[in-house]
């Protein structure tokens, strides 16, 4: 076999009948992508199986497709599938209130970098989380490179999607967290009392979090920065803090 078909990571699928069928075959399909131009025959048919399911569908560069099939035959089309299904809100409440504990979830508002989710999901295995909570869009997915980084945490901790961030962070306070953002002057994380039902929600790498995500936390914390670089690494500040909830609890 070639060595580039060996190197195919196991969380693409490539080819039209294997899409297809991943799709009929209720495979939890993160995104499709397809070859520009490409968009007449069976294709034409997946795409609205696709739309059906709500499975994102972007139109890319066929040599970036060449690139994530590893030199497999791709037909013009690739989906990109989790590597473990995702559960639900509720079944991270679940696994708390078999733990007889009170909840601690990270909530991620647009983490894109896989390294840093699955960085995310290993600390908060450790650390005694319940379960990380991301976006369903412009969000990192359980792609093979995420479930590396987790170094297998990613098997024990709950990852749930949701439609809409906000509204999930008002359920979880109508469940009775208290859900701490993490952002720029906030109050000092040391500070915090993290006692009890706990959310933090962790922003996006580059813009940190969303107005509305900010606006609808019940407080916000801030983690001192003395150098001369202004904000930590997403996984890094998501680490410290969950520590120092893990402390108090």
């Given at each position: 076999?070639?060595?580039k078909?060996?190197?195919?990571k ?9 899409v ?12 499709i992508m ?13 795409l ?18 060449d690139?994530l ?22 079944d ?8 007889g504990?009170s ?23 450790c ?10 869009r412009r969000?990192a997915?359980l ?7 987790s ?19 008002d359920s979880?306070r ?7 953002g ?21 922003g ?11 606006e ?8 001192p ?11 890094v ?13």
């Open positions: 076999m070639d060595r078909l060996k190197e195919t196991s969380d693409v699928i490539a080819g039209r009948n294997p297809s069928e991943a799709i009929k075959g209720g495979r939890t399909i993160d995104k397809i070859a520009k131009g490409s968009k007449t025959g069976a294709i034409v048919g997946i609205a199986k696709a739309k059906e399911k709500k499975i994102p569908v972007k139109e890319v560069d066929s040599k970036k497709l690139f099939s590893g030199g497999a035959v791709h037909q013009g089309i690739i989906a990109t599938a989790a590597i473990k299904e995702y559960q639900t809100v509720d991270i409440f679940a696994l708390a209130e078999s733990r504990e909840p601690f979830i990270i909530v991620l508002d647009e983490i894109e970098d896989p390294h840093n989710l699955g960085a995310i999901i290993r600390t908060a295995e650390a005694g989380a319940h379960g990380v909570i991301i976006p369903e969000s997915t792609n093979y490179t995420v479930g590396k980084a170094a297998g945490a990613v098997e024990y901790m709950p990852v749930a999607r949701v439609t809409n961030l906000v509204n999930c962070i979880l109508d469940r009775g967290l208290w859900v701490f993490a952002d720029m002057n906030g109050t000092d994380y040391t500070e915090c009392n993290f006692k009890g039902a706990v959310a933090i929600v962790i996006n790498e580059g813009k940190g979090l969303g107005r509305l995500v900010k609808h936390c019940d407080a916000i914390v801030s983690l920065v003395k150098g001369h670089i202004d904000s930590l690494n997403a996984s500040a998501a680490g410290i803090l969950m520590y120092q909830i893990a402390k108090q609890r």
